[in-house]
């Protein structure tokens, strides 16, 4: 048989209806796995390629022609807005199946809850978060509701692994897995990877089988990019005040066309928007502006989406990561990012959602700056987000997607699972606590030692507590953290947090930081002295020493290796870009002539002062601060210099100490044990604060340093 004479009776015919000419190669390859085989599935291809259909056709008819006696397909997703309009394009074919799809999140009734809990079938929609309430508090029920579970489809797969909660979501399908005794069918979704056998892996765990990816040879469609640049207004010259202005110029770039405006903060979002009401007020024209973030109530970002996907004027959404997932906001005809993506993968996101109907994905970058004076030292005078955008674009161009990072020892998500299993079972032995945990996929390099480290500190600050028979259960501190509406969710909830020292505001933070953590904030070095959730603000005192990372308020990032290569070829080469606009390649001239007169193509090692050097190595973060600490060691009266990204800043040394120091690491075997790293370098997460300090390190270690990789770079 056909793949097309293999599917339900009523898809031929909706497939006839809707005119389809034949399945795509995607489709095709799909219903071979999922018909034939036992095998998971990995759906990595380009937007809008047919992914959803490739994985519910053949998903939908097993169904149908084998009912189940309770939910038979788990569809999870990573933002409710996702679950809203995901099932728009096959629901006809759902109702023609009678299969029933049923929303299981925070914003869903009761009423529709019990209903399903009465009659389990179909399909659940749900976030992790929710899944993690249901384990906790309806254990039994979720019993019912999974007992004959088939499939467990993950869509913006890339979404969840390598991130919290993808670790929490892992370990939410073992644990479910082991309370109904079936093991599902894992499909996976995505249009961004760049790991593909780390991808198949993490689908993989717990499940004991294989992963199939079809490789199609499906390409993503063409795309039309460009950058431009631009000083701030007031520092132009005089004779050119009648140029375009940044704000204009991206008025005239959104105009006429149904657009997003991303930006990587909330402030800038709404920085920009508000400029283009401006703008759109003194020409008379319509006010077609809209804002969608993290800060917006759900309500009015679900308005922004239903009139984005519906409405024929030419809207215009600023937005950050919340509109980057594929929620379908119908045919948008330019992407626009103010600044730099944080990667190859967020740009390939972004760009992918423009173009649908015309085939062409269109993206624009815009840069503006404050023009330095000509002292400013060469490093602080190259604008290193911008040459960053232009290597991204290229890697973008050479298919090149960042890989995954796999979490080996992810403390924080343990405590979290540590407690809702408590929560949910009400006592278990250390035994039986460490047996279920450890043998998840997702803990299976923590050790034991390192387990029963955790327990030990737990029961001192009164999370869990003994039992007389010598079981373990919630302690009183424990059961306020479980108890908590927030427990379900493993990451902190996006918030602008103030930066104050007294009453002066520093800037803003999008992760709220603890007590004692020192960061970078405006080019200084702060500690953190007092939180106020309730107010958002946090306050600090100017602080001594070297904090882990250069906190910059958009979040964590981690830059690839290959990225800063890119960089380094763009600025030491005179490639030329078509993509750039007329002031993006003056401001590239301008840059290449600083990199030329500092010698950045050949000098590893460049002079700011008699005693302070910087090192250009061009390393990724996990490789340079590998390189960090071992220098640490090997120049112990070194001092803390304001770190500036992608160079390292070392004072209080000679040249040829330095150079003696860089000598000794080619020619000698430095591992890990030849770190120092400072105290306060830890890694931040929502449930950190319950885990010890040296594991905290350890985790910080494995996360954010790669000697063999930095050993490898500096020797070629």
């Known amino acids: 048989m056909s793949t097309f004479e293999q599917l339900a009776p009523f898809i031929q015919d909706y497939i006839y209806r809707n005119g389809w000419e034949e399945l795509r190669e995607i489709q095709v390859a799909a219903c071979d796995v999922i018909f034939n085989t036992d095998s998971n599935l990995l759906i990595a291809t380009p937007t809008a390629s047919g992914k959803t259909e490739a994985a519910f056709l053949p998903v939908i008819t097993k169904l149908y022609n084998e009912p189940c006696e309770s939910v038979g397909v788990l569809y999870i997703a990573p933002l409710k807005a996702l679950i809203n309009d995901q099932f728009a394009r096959i629901e006809e074919l759902l109702q023609e199946a009678y299969i029933p799809v049923t929303k299981w999140h925070g914003d869903v009734s009761a009423t529709v809850k019990n209903k399903l809990l009465k009659k389990p079938s179909g399909i659940l929609q749900t976030t992790p978060e929710s899944l993690e309430a249901m384990l906790m508090r309806r254990k039994e029920q979720a019993v019912k509701l999974f007992s004959d579970l088939r499939f467990i489809i993950i869509d913006e797969v890339h979404n969840f692994i390598g991130e919290e909660r993808g670790t929490q979501l892992i370990s939410l399908l073992e644990r479910l897995q082991k309370l109904t005794g079936v093991i599902p069918v894992r499909i996976g979704l995505s249009a961004t990877l760049g790991d593909i056998e780390g991808a198949e892996d993490w689908l993989n765990g717990g499940t004991g089988r294989k992963c199939i990816t079809p490789d199609t040879g499906v390409k993503r469609r063409r795309a039309v990019v460009m950058v431009e640049h631009f000083y701030e207004f007031a520092f132009q010259e005089k004779d050119k005040k009648n140029e375009i202005s940044f704000y204009e110029n991206l008025y005239e770039l959104t105009r006429g066309k149904k657009s997003i405006v991303f930006s990587n903060a909330r402030s800038e979002v709404e920085k920009n928007i508000v400029n283009l009401k401006e703008i759109a007020k003194k020409r008379g024209e319509p006010d077609v502006f809209m804002v969608h973030h993290g800060s917006i109530s759900a309500s009015d970002r679900e308005f922004v989406e239903e009139q984005m996907r519906l409405s024929d004027l030419p809207l215009v959404t600023g937005a950050t990561v919340t509109l980057e997932l594929g929620i379908d906001l119908g ?33 624009c970058f815009l840069f503006e700056e404050e023009k330095r004076s000509e002292s400013t030292e060469f490093y602080k005078a190259v604008n290193w987000s911008f040459i960053k955008c232009i290597a991204l674009i290229e890697l973008y161009r050479e298919n090149y997607i960042e890989p995954v990072l796999p979490e080996r020892y992810p403390f924080g998500i343990l405590y979290h699972q540590t407690m809702s299993f408590l929560y949910s079972r009400g006592e278990a032995s250390p035994e039986v606590l460490a047996q279920s945990l450890l043998s998840e996929y997702a803990f299976r390099f923590v050790t034991q030692e390192d387990y029963r480290e955790l327990l030990r500190y737990l029961l001192k600050i009164g999370h869990i507590e003994r039992t007389e028979n010598g079981g373990l259960i919630l302690g009183t501190e424990g059961e306020k953290v479980a108890n908590h509406y927030d427990f379900y969710s493993v990451f902190e909830s996006d918030v602008e947090y103030s930066v104050r020292e ?18 970078v904030l405006g080019g200084k070095s702060w500690m953190v002295t007092e939180i106020d959730k309730e107010n958002k603000n946090i306050y600090v005192k100017s602080a001594e020493g070297k904090p882990p990372t250069v906190w910059d308020g958009t979040g964590e990032v981690i830059e690839h290796t290959r990225v800063l290569k890119k960089m380094k070829e763009i600025i030491t080469t005179d490639c030329k870009y078509p993509y750039l606009g007329d002031g993006a390649k003056k401001r ?16 590893e090692i460049f002079e700011i002062s008699p005693d302070t050097y910087g090192i250009s190595l061009w390393l990724g973060t996990r490789a340079l601060n590998s390189l960090d600490y071992i220098l640490n060691k090997l120049l112990p009266d070194r001092k803390f210099v304001e770190p500036y990204w992608p160079f ?64 490898e770079e500096i020797s070629l």
């Open 502 to 519: 007294g009453s002066h505001e520093i800037g803003t933070l999008t992760r709220l930081m603890q007590p004692d953590t020192t960061f």
């Open 331 to 363: 045919d948008l005809e330019r992407i626009i990012q103010v600044g730099c993506p944080k990667s190859v993968a967020s740009l390939s996101q972004r760009l992918g959602r423009s173009g649908r109907r015309s085939g062409v994905s269109e993206m």
């Open 648 to 711: 390292l800043i070392v004072k209080n040394v000679t040249k040829n100490e330095l150079m003696d120091a860089l000598d000794y690491i080619r020619k000698n075997d430095v591992t890990e044990s030849d770190y120092i790293v400072p105290k306060d370098a830890k890694t931040f997460g929502k449930y950190n604060d319950f885990v010890p300090e040296n594991l905290l390190i350890k985790q910080y270690v494995d996360r954010y340093t790669d000697v063999v990789e930095m050993k």
């Open 588 to 603: 590239l001239t301008e840059i290449r002539q600083v990199a030329a007169g500092a010698g950045l193509e050949t000098k």
